[in-house]
């Protein structure tokens, strides 16, 4: 990894951060998402992390984030906002290697296979309903979220609440507990837990003959919040488990809420008795924010800053920042710490001065990333395998499928979607021309899974992603 700094000093301090990571992640995971496929650079009154893709930032953002910022609180002696933001340029220096070792540790991690402790105590949920910020295109979520910690007739349950990254999905699973713990009704059981982790804990309890312990824990909760369900695709004894915990807990009348990144029935490799469970109650979608919520959002973060941020300024930023709410949130940051440590007013030149490159990468709603997840999610794989040499025909489907959605709903040409998914422009040429004769002549699509051949029409695959994808 190179360090990016204006002076040797900051280049020092860099290579602490750096340093301080490495030791405290190990050199082997150090080395697999960090060492080719980020860039550090030190700016003005804050670290920015850039990475090779949205994948790998997303992986590092839930898996590395509290490392991260403890290296930075070590290299510097104090603690600042660490943003992490997408070079596609760094791909380039990734070899198919490191690639595919990413693959590896993300199927072992969702396999129950690389963690020695997998039930590390409860985390401390930061999100609360009351500052999740409603507009038209959460509001719905948002309702139900709230008639769930409050409504003892279970009109909603499950709740299935599925949306891209960065929308606000973990905000409101997150808020659900903190409403039902606020409480203080110690008769009141409840857990959050990811996908993953159920899956490690599980994986877990069976080595060490702790099944009926682990089954104890989960069928006795009076409230399962499990985010990223999605991740419970293509393992079947987890599944499996998972489906006998969901009866306990709902034949016991309690309740059930859970987060993907698509739709129940575009989760492929999930049991057809779960994905039925999951439409048995409410799935609801959260869509990007519109600008009017967008300005929302941003009015009440700045509030919390040093530096006085006009409503001129967010609007220019609503009208840029169209994604997710974490490039709302980043980019705010970085321009209230540049304004900060100016001690100068924030105007709309600066504001386009300091994001330039911030906003060249997020002016549109869908990105890369959001194909990835979703196409990766129908098809049981992981958005490290569409990045990394695999050719198996699941992967090549996937692969082709979040080319072509790429190419056209998003601005990204040949050669800067090849950049972003480590392959060269004419792989993605390859993949697009096979994927629109297939289309032309109707064709069908063909790949195994753990139950079976699998086949489905590519127009109807097709349709099925873009009615997913936020393209308004």
């Keep these: 990894m ?67 910022e403890a290296a930075v609180r070590t290299g510097l002696g104090r603690a600042v906002p660490v943003l992490i933001c997408v070079d596609p340029k760094l791909t380039g220096r990734l070899r198919k290697r490191q690639l595919d070792n990413q693959a590896t540790q993300v199927s072992r991690s969702t396999s129950g296979s690389i963690r020695a402790n997998p039930q590390p105590a ?53 808020g659900i507990c903190n409403a039902v713990d606020s409480r203080h009704d110690r008769r009141i059981r409840w857990r959050y837990v990811s996908g993953e982790q159920f899956t490690n804990e599980f994986v877990h309890a069976i080595k060490a003959k702790r099944l009926e312990a682990f089954r104890a824990t989960y069928r006795k909760l009076d409230l399962l919040a499990i985010d990223d369900v999605h991740f419970l695709a293509a393992k079947r004894a987890t599944q499996e488990e998972f489906l006998h915990t969901f009866n306990t807990i709902d034949a016991a ?33 959260v869509d990007p924010p519109d600008h009017a919520t967008r300005v929302k959002i941003l009015r009440r973060w700045a509030a919390e800053l040093p530096v006085a941020i006009g409503t001129e300024i967010l609007d220019y930023i609503a009208q840029h920042v169209r994604g997710n709410v974490r490039e709302l949130e980043g980019a705010l940051t970085t ?25 060249a990468q997020t002016d549109s709603a869908l ?34 499928f979040a080319m072509m959605l790429a190419r056209r709903h998003t ?38 899974t753990p139950s079976g051949l699998k086949t489905a029409p590519a127009r109807r695959l097709l349709a099925m992603f873009q009615e997913q994808l936020p393209l308004g």
């Excluded at 209230?336 to 504001?351: E, R, S």
Aim: net charge positive.
């Design 122 to 174: 409860p985390p401390k949920l930061r999100h609360k309903l009351d500052t999740f910020v409603v507009g038209e295109s959460n509001r719905l979520a948002y309702t139900a979220a709230v008639s769930v910690t409050g409504r003892p007739d279970r009109q909603f349950n499950p709740l299935f609440i599925h949306g891209g990254c960065g929308l606000g999905k973990t905000h409101l699973l997150q």
């Design 411 to 448: 601005p990204m040409s040949f050669p800067e979607i090849g950049r972003a998914m480590g392959k060269n422009h004419s792989s993605v040429i390859l993949a697009v021309q096979r994927l629109e004769k297939l289309l032309k002549e109707n064709g069908v699509c063909k790949w195994m």
């Design 2 to 68: 190179t360090v990016t700094a204006g002076a040797a000093r900051a280049d020092n301090t860099g290579r602490a951060i750096l340093a301080s990571l490495a030791d405290r992640i190990g050199p082997q995971k150090f080395n697999v998402w960090f060492r080719a496929s980020t860039r550090v650079e030190l700016q003005d009154g804050h670290v920015k992390l850039n990475v090779a893709n949205p994948f790998v930032g997303s992986w590092i953002d839930n898996h590395f984030m509290s490392d991260l």
């Design 335 to 359: 321009l209230g710490a540049v304004a900060g440590l100016g001690n100068q007013p924030v105007t709309v030149q600066m504001a386009s001065d300091v994001l330039a490159e911030h906003l």
């Design 253 to 285: 009348g309690k309740q059930i809420v859970m987060a993907s990144d698509a739709h129940p029935k575009l989760v492929g490799q999930l049991a057809e008795q779960l994905v039925n469970r999951f439409l048995s109650g409410m799935v609801v979608r």
């Design 367 to 400: 990105t890369l990333g959001d194909i990835e997840n979703l196409v990766a999610a129908y098809f049981g794989v992981t958005p490290a395998d569409l990045h990394s040499s695999r050719r198996t025909r699941i992967v090549s489907l996937a692969r082709m």
